[in-house]
């Protein structure tokens, strides 16, 4: 499975954005956006120009790519399917990222960034339906119900920790979530309205249709 290794808040430094990749670090001074913002390397401190409409396009899709930590290849693939799906295409495409069981677990406020709930996908902590799941990029579907199992050992203890950390994260309405169960009901598909992190999608599906 490929997946991204360098410094992520490199990323968010070349988005001149927060994505919130490092978890708590993004909320203090130590961001380097905070302390450093602007593009990283030698020229990144040079005067931005102007985007045309297609770096637009591209910078959009980097951020959203970026932001729930998918590679070039998984996201297009994703926008295939949005594409030949019924509905808004752009609408789709942020449904089915927004359905991938590491953001489910990563918005249930347990792991603190997606790269921790994807850990703890993959460590076999999380069961769909009552069935054990150790796929990040699997598809919840509305009504399937998503359980963190640990026992009593430093797992248990980190994750509750996340969720002090958490707490004033607002967990998203499409999300009906127990906090003393560790779990969670799909009570409904996802809105853009329900995403924190402005995203014009727009830009996206212009860009894969040219």
């Not at 499409?174 to 309205?193: D, G, T, V």
Request: proline share 3%.
């Amino acid at each position: 499975m490929a997946r991204y290794t360098e410094a992520v808040c490199r990323l968010c430094r070349r988005e001149v954005e927060k994505l919130f990749l490092k978890g708590a670090k993004c909320n203090t001074q130590k961001c380097p956006i905070t302390r450093r913002a602007y593009a990283p390397g030698q020229h990144g401190t040079a005067r931005r120009q102007k985007l045309s409409n297609y770096g637009l396009q591209l910078r959009e899709k980097q951020k959203v790519k970026r932001t729930y930590g998918v590679m070039e290849k998984q996201f297009r693939k994703y926008f295939a399917i949005a594409a030949r799906s019924k509905g808004i295409t752009g609408k789709v495409l942020l449904q089915i990222l927004e359905r991938r069981l590491d953001n489910v677990v990563f918005r249930m406020g347990i792991g603190v960034s997606r790269a921790q709930a994807r850990q703890l996908v993959r460590h076999n902590f999380v069961y769909v339906n009552s069935r054990r799941v150790n796929i990040p990029s699997f598809q919840i579907d509305v009504n399937d119900s998503v359980v963190i199992k640990v026992k009593k050992d430093k797992t248990a203890e980190k994750i509750k920790e996340n969720l002090e950390i958490t707490k004033d994260r607002d967990v998203p309405k499409w999300l009906e979530f127990s906090r003393p169960e560790l779990s969670a009901k799909i009570a409904r598909l996802p809105e853009k309205e329900d995403i924190p992190t402005a995203i014009e999608e727009q830009l996206i599906v212009e860009l894969y249709s040219k």
